[in-house]
């Protein structure tokens, strides 16, 4: 199933709202993130994509989530600092979410693309097309530095 994410809204950091489609014509990784994962040190990596592809249109998204063995129980401001500080990560985070059972946006639309279910667990990322496409689905294990995924990266940002 196609899944397009453009009129998909979500809560900021701030408590605002902000329409995924407001990313139009930059290639976006979406990543439920959480400061007490054993993929935690994947911050530094996604940070690396940032620096990387951002120049050319890219932006890394990430969504806290505390759907995974409560690893991600701070607050905002905590969770913000606490990337920054010991991460240097400064992409772009967002509200609190919940990646299964009663999903929150953005993951009630992005748990539709195939192959298609909720997420399994932190650190799971959606590759999105300069149109809002979801155009790639990589678990977790799948670290920042993987060939596939900056490969598709790279693909995307071509298109």
């Given at each position: 199933m196609k899944v397009n994410v453009s009129k998909v809204l979500v809560k900021t950091i701030n408590g605002g709202s902000k329409a995924l489609?407001?990313?139009?014509?930059?290639?976006?990784?979406?990543?439920?993130?959480?400061?007490?994962?054993g993929f935690t040190k994947q911050y530094s990596g996604l940070q690396a994509l940032q620096d990387t592809y951002g120049p050319q249109g890219?932006?890394?998204?990430?969504?806290?989530?505390?759907?995974?063995?409560?690893?991600?129980?701070?607050?905002?401001?905590?969770?913000?600092?606490?990337?920054?500080t010991t991460y240097g990560a400064s992409f772009e985070l967002f509200e609190k979410v919940n990646a299964k059972g009663e999903t929150t946006e953005p993951y009630t639309t992005l748990?539709?693309?195939?192959?298609?279910?909720?997420?399994?667990?932190?650190?799971?990322?959606f590759l999105i097309n300069k149109q809002g496409d979801v155009i790639g689905r990589f678990k977790s294990a799948i670290e920042p530095s993987n060939d596939e995924l900056k490969k598709a990266i790279e693909k995307a940002l071509l298109e």
């Open positions: 489609g407001e990313y139009k014509g930059q290639v976006l990784l979406v990543v439920n993130v959480a400061s007490r994962c890219f932006q890394v998204l990430g969504f806290p989530c505390n759907d995974f063995g409560n690893q991600e129980p701070g607050t905002l401001s905590e969770i913000q600092e606490f990337c920054n748990n539709q693309a195939l192959p298609s279910g909720d997420v399994d667990w932190n650190f799971e990322k």
